[in-house]
């Protein structure tokens, strides 16, 4: 029998076949095969999909010893290592497993063990040796605000709202599973106020409302170091608080996202326990993405010592080619040793394995431990009945290590005991639970948990006492004398406040940007958030600069106040042994004291925030004191007579002298902006920053005033000593006693705004050196006194190496270029964000329920139901009937406000075919930057053509108006746009006014510096541009996704290039083609990102 089958149809003339003849036998193979096929297909299809391919880790020495396959990737290597027959895994069957899987599709819940494909989901499903299911349930949506380079959940800068209904139906679920231990965990929704902490706790809550007897473990994330979200959490009635530290300390910044700290993290896990002591915590480590050895070690005894109970240890595995390369695969060998290492260390258990997961067989080991430590409790309760550690505190035995530090630690100072049991790697409850024992109470709550530890936090006070440090010091001491005799005379009043007005402009915009991004770096920080990475690095640069010379001029001048007083001893001596410097410009001679008073103050703050915080509070207050006791005896004997001198009079030198004096008391000003380099130190930045920063400028600029006012009244303007202005005027009315108090406040006053220049200066580094801009090592942080001693160190070095060689006044006038260009980007960043559009997933999250999308309509939603036509122009938004019917205090407002961010205002819809075609922000942004340009032309010509100007030359009058109208054109162009004020707790008032203002004073004084300084300041930049393009452009972290600040406005800047960044906005898609120098290729926002894998990703599976 055959039969017979067309062949090759094509290839003949219509109706010729061949026919193909097929034995009997190959017949029956084929149907046999076709058989097996769809019984496979079926199979397939009603079993586990891929993620499911798994295997019970129980390795056996002979299954990988012999493996001779390369197991790490060496530094530049780019060939991904091939999977080692360990992590390959088989399809797990069972009926347990069957059954969950069939009923998570039935009610369409999510898991994170399919959604991150772990390979142990058959062992937790189908259950273990003692028939313990657990299964894990992702809340609050798939989508997370963050962007670790190792996760592949999807990303979004604003997810879509919680679900209200999503704690009932996920109780109602679990339930109807009949499971033994239930895993929670969430994405993190940094884009709501508390995190979704609350939603959280409303889920453990029901869940153990509708089965009591179910074990509840929580996967939470740090919520930013919020107390009082984790505070909702731990008490939420859930069994086990878990929280990843997920790698070592020193890859933290390369693996997890930037707002992910590793000490966040730990204070994180601390916290839960000073809540709830009774509560178990746990935590998983990632091995293979290139730690060593001891940093394992390290991490192990850093989450012993804020008593975490519970740890798993398992193998990185790169999701898609988008992620973090495996380094290395850890062999179960080195698994099983860290096995044994944390149960040395005494962890309640220790999970370590190649497939081990954050969650694995969390219900079978939790009723093991539980089991077990029952017994031992039992046992210890007979024993000893009154234990220094009470049964129901801790599930486990401490050794007697722990128990002896702790019984020691109560008799201690709570700070005092977190110092030694850091030290000593005690776990945190141990001592804690000794003093609640004794009645001692718990610590008090703050609004924000630090990004350091508890005691290295500022609060309000010691912020403002910062900020009046740094300022009153030098200035006050040394400038005013030399400012009242030779420049401005009695009229110093007026120069100190003009200088206090151009001051308080750049202060209200560093308190606007204080608000916005709450981050180390001051100005630096803002820059980059708003303009971009190179003109951050430029800033930076010169805020460096500022920070360093600052250091040295105040360090020169207590140097010289004090060698005053001792009669110039230092200086003669200094001058016999070494002799004159000849050099034109370096000093006289070698300032050996200022030399060693920089280089002792650094010491000092290598102690802490906390302690130099006190100690700066202390000084402050006492030169506080000390100028208000020169301006009482000074209006006592003040004599009008003296403001009024014959052929004088108030103003010797006439109005050029009160600009002259303003300009030079303007360094007695400059340090304001120090207080935004402690916003990672402040426990609630967003409202301690910017009112520390106007209230310390208002005390300051009042005290000033009066002390300047006190001593011109006090005796004439021309009698007063530039050296020892204050001493010696006291010392002419006869009041002597009065010259020690005051020198006693001038020491302490320089000092303050020495530590106040050496305090920001280590920060800046750090900032810089965080986003990869300066090398690495800058941007490490000292785990006991949380300082970064490295910067502190070169900053100390540095400077009294300026303070040795340098003169005073050479110092004053090289500072003083770099301190006005960063006030003026600072003003200009200030417009540039309140006029730019934030992005569309963010206002779609705003109102969730007002028709229209970007996704079905093409454009983002608008209130009334409209949506904004793609790529709209700026002018294509009415407004005009929402404006007048809408409640500015209700969330349709701000929508209204959101929708319209950058785009014309109603009234000027004549701009409309002038600037009708520009994206929304963009003719904003050319308007300031046009701004700035004319705002040097018009200072040039007042420096230069001034006489002309004042002689009525028609070419002058001329180019003179037609500068001024360009100037005033900008304003306007800019007002006629709608701003963006969203989420700000401090806003600038009277914006673009107020900071154009202080664009055009802060460039006016900086057209007045003198050749000299200028070339100086190009040398430093060319330096730093050397380091830019040679080191910092090539590692910067600009580009990497979830590197981006909090409060950012666009989507756009996570990835912005150091160049240009274009966006486009079609179909309700938003993409960003960054070009960025090292060779990254364009790609989508984090918005866009979803969790696939390729098909080539597993190529070695």
């Given at each position: 029998m055959a039969s017979s089958v067309p062949l090759l149809r094509n290839s003949l003339p219509k109706g010729k076949y061949v026919p193909l003849i097929i034995p009997q036998q190959c017949k029956h193979s084929v149907a046999s095969a076709t058989n097996q096929l769809e019984k496979i297909r079926e199979r397939l299809e009603n079993g586990p999909n891929f993620q499911d391919f798994v295997q019970h880790p129980d390795y056996n020495k002979e299954d990988w010893s012999a493996y001779e396959g390369k197991l790490r990737r060496e530094k530049g290597e780019n060939e991904r290592l091939r999977l080692p027959p360990w992590l390959k895994t088989k399809i797990p069957m069972g009926k347990d497993f069957t059954r969950i899987k069939e009923q998570l599709r039935e009610l369409k819940l999510a898991t994170v063990c399919e959604e991150a494909k772990c390979p142990n989901i058959g062992e937790c499903w189908g259950g273990g040796e003692h028939g313990t299911q657990t299964a894990t349930i992702m809340l609050m949506g798939d989508t997370c605000t963050r962007g670790c380079?190792?996760?592949?959940?999807?990303?979004?800068?604003?997810p879509p709202p919680l679900d209200p209904a999503e704690p009932m139906n996920t109780a109602t679920a679990i339930a109807s599973w009949g499971l033994d231990y239930i895993v929670l965990t969430s994405v993190d929704r940094d884009d709501l106020p508390d995190g979704g902490s609350k939603h959280i706790a409303a889920t453990i809550k029901e869940i153990k409302h509708q089965n009591p007897r179910i074990f509840v473990e929580c996967l939470a994330p740090d919520f930013r170091g919020d107390i009082e979200c984790i505070e909702t959490v731990?008490?939420?009635?859930?069994?086990?608080?878990?929280?990843?530290i997920e790698t070592v300390e020193a890859l933290t910044p390369f693996v997890r996202d930037r707002r992910a700290r590793y000490r966040q993290s730990l204070e994180c896990l601390a916290s839960v326990k000073r809540f709830n002591p009774n509560l178990m915590t746990k935590s998983s480590i990632m091995l293979g993405l290139g730690e060593t050895d001891e940093q394992v070690e390290q991490t192990l005894k850093d989450l012993r010592s804020v008593g975490v109970d519970c740890l798993t240890l398992g193998q990185y595995m790169q999701p898609t080619k988008r992620h973090l390369k495996v380094i290395e695969y850890v062999t179960p060998e080195k698994f099983k040793h860290w096995e044994e290492r944390g149960n040395q260390l005494g962890f309640l258990y220790t999970a370590s394995g190649p497939l081990v997961r954050s969650s694995y067989k969390a219900g079978e080991f939790f009723i093991t431990s539980i089991l077990r430590n029952r017994a031992t409790e039992e046992a210890a309760g007979k024993a000893k009945e009154d234990s220094d550690v009470p049964r129901n505190v801790t599930l486990f035995a401490p050794s007697l290590q722990s128990r002896f530090i702790a019984t020691i630690a109560k008799f201690l100072p709570r700070k005092v005991a977190m110092r030694l049991r850091m030290t000593t790697h005690v776990p945190i409850y141990v001592a804690q639970c000794v003093r609640v024992r004794e009645g001692k109470g718990r610590p008090k709550k703050s609004n924000k948990l630090p990004l350091t530890v508890p005691d290295c936090a500022l609060g309000q006070n010691q912020t403002d006492f910062k900020g009046i440090g740094h300022m009153v010091g030098a200035g006050i001491y040394v400038l005013t004398g030399?400012?009242?005799?030779?420049?401005?005379?009695?009229?110093?009043?007026?120069?100190?406040?003009?200088?206090?007005?151009?001051?308080?402009?750049?202060?209200?915009?560093?308190?606007?940007?204080?608000?916005?991004?709450?981050?180390?770096?001051?100005?630096?920080?803002?820059?980059?958030?708003?303009?971009?990475?190179?003109?951050?690095f430029v800033i930076g640069w010169n805020i460096i600069l500022e920070h360093m010379l600052g250091a040295a001029s105040v360090a020169r001048a207590w140097s010289?106040?004090?060698?005053?007083?001792?009669?110039?001893?230092?200086?003669?001596?200094?001058?016999?042994?070494?002799?004159?410097?000849?050099?034109?410009?370096?000093?006289?001679?070698?300032?050996?004291?200022?030399?060693?008073?920089?280089?002792?103050?650094?010491?000092?703050?290598?102690?802490?925030?906390?302690?130099?915080?006190?100690?700066?509070s202390i000084l402050t207050t006492v030169n506080v004191a000390v100028m208000a006791l020169v301006v009482v005896l000074g209006f006592w004997y003040a004599s009008p007579d003296n403001w009024s001198l014959p052929e004088q009079g108030f103003m010797p030198y006439g109005f050029g002298g009160v600009l002259a004096g303003a300009?030079?008391?303007?360094?007695?000003?400059?340090?304001?902006?120090s207080i935004?380099?402690?916003?990672?130190?402040?426990?609630?930045?967003?409202?301690?920053?910017p009112l520390a920063t106007i209230l310390s400028l208002c005390?300051?600029?009042?005290?000033?005033?009066?002390?300047?006012?006190?001593?011109?009244?006090?005796?004439?303007?021309?009698?007063?000593?530039?050296?020892?202005?204050?001493?010696?005027?006291?010392?002419?009315?006869?009041?002597?006693?009065?010259?020690?108090?005051?020198?006693?406040?001038?020491?302490?006053?320089?000092?303050?705004?020495?530590?106040?220049?050496?305090?920001?200066?280590?920060?800046?580094?750090?900032?810089?050196?965080?986003?990869?801009?300066?090398?690495?090592?800058?941007?490490?942080?000292?785990?006991?006194?949380?300082?970064?001693?490295?910067?502190?160190?070169?900053?100390?070095?540095?400077?009294?190496?300026?303070?040795?060689?340098?003169?005073?006044?050479?110092?004053?006038?090289?500072?003083?270029?770099?301190?006005?260009?960063?006030?003026?980007?600072?003003?200009?960043?200030?417009?540039?964000?309140?006029?730019?559009?934030?992005?569309?997933?963010?206002?779609?999250?705003?109102?969730p329920d007002t028709p229209g999308t970007d996704e079905e309509d093409g454009g983002p939603a608008l209130p009334g139901g409209g949506t904004a036509p793609t790529g709209a122009p700026c002018g294509g938004i009415d407004s005009s009937s929402q404006s007048s019917t809408i409640d500015p205090s209700s969330p349709t407002s701000e929508m209204i406000e959101i929708a319209l961010a950058g785009r014309l205002r109603p009234q000027f819809r004549w701009l409309e075919p002038v600037l009708g075609r520009c994206e929304p922000g963009v003719a904003c942004s050319g308007a300031v930057l046009m701004f700035c340009v004319l705002s040097v032309a018009v200072c040039f010509q007042l420096e230069n053509s001034w006489d002309e100007l004042y002689n009525g030359t028609w070419w002058a009058l001329g180019l003179y108006g037609f500068l001024l109208f360009c100037l005033v054109a900008c304003v306007v162009v800019i007002s006629a746009h709608h701003q963006n004020t969203r989420g700000l707790q401090f806003k600038v008032p009277f914006v673009p006014y107020i900071p154009a203002l202080s664009i055009f004073c802060n460039i006016e004084l900086m057209v007045h510096l003198s050749f000299l300084t200028w070339l100086r300041f190009f040398i430093w930049l060319s330096i730093g541009m050397l380091v830019y393009f040679l080191y910092g452009i090539h590692n910067s972290k600009e580009g990497e996704l979830g590197t981006?600040?909090?409060?950012?406005?666009?989507?756009?800047?996570?990835?912005?290039?150091?160049?240009?960044?274009?966006?486009?906005?079609?179909?309700?898609t938003k993409v960003t083609v960054t070009k960025i120098i090292k060779g990254r290729i364009s790609r989508k926002t984090a918005g866009d990102r979803q969790a696939i894998v390729d098909d080539d990703d597993d190529e070695d599976s």
């Open positions: 380079r190792f996760c592949s959940v999807k990303t979004a800068r604003a731990a008490k939420s009635g859930l069994d086990v608080y878990a929280h990843n030399t400012v009242a005799r030779e420049m401005a005379g009695p009229a110093i009043v007026l120069s100190f406040i003009l200088a206090g007005l151009v001051s308080l402009l750049a202060a209200l915009c560093y308190a606007e940007f204080g608000t916005r991004v709450p981050k180390a770096g001051s100005a630096y920080v803002y820059t980059y958030v708003s303009i971009g990475e190179f003109w951050a010289g106040y004090v060698d005053s007083m001792l009669g110039n001893i230092v200086a003669n001596i200094t001058m016999e042994i070494t002799g004159e410097m000849h050099e034109q410009l370096l000093a006289k001679y070698p300032d050996f004291l200022a030399f060693f008073v920089c280089l002792s103050y650094a010491v000092a703050l290598a102690a802490g925030v906390k302690a130099t915080a006190m100690i700066n300009a030079t008391c303007f360094y007695a000003f400059v340090g304001f902006d935004a380099t402690s916003g990672e130190e402040a426990k609630n930045p967003s409202i301690s920053i005390v300051v600029t009042v005290g000033y005033v009066l002390v300047s006012a006190a001593l011109t009244l006090m005796i004439p303007y021309n009698e007063i000593n530039p050296a020892a202005a204050l001493p010696d005027a006291f010392g002419m009315r006869g009041i002597t006693w009065a010259k020690y108090a005051i020198s006693t406040g001038a020491i302490c006053g320089m000092t303050t705004t020495l530590l106040g220049s050496l305090f920001a200066l280590p920060r800046c580094l750090y900032a810089m050196a965080s986003d990869g801009l300066l090398f690495s090592c800058f941007g490490k942080v000292n785990t006991k006194t949380q300082v970064p001693l490295l910067n502190l160190a070169l900053s100390g070095v540095c400077s009294a190496l300026l303070a040795l060689l340098f003169d005073l006044e050479k110092l004053v006038e090289f500072m003083s270029i770099g301190t006005l260009l960063a006030y003026t980007i600072v003003s200009a960043s200030v417009i540039v964000l309140r006029y730019r559009p934030i992005s569309v997933e963010e206002t779609v999250h705003l109102a981006s600040y909090s409060m950012l406005m666009s989507t756009s800047e996570a990835i912005r290039g150091w160049g240009s960044t274009s966006t486009a906005l079609g179909g309700g």
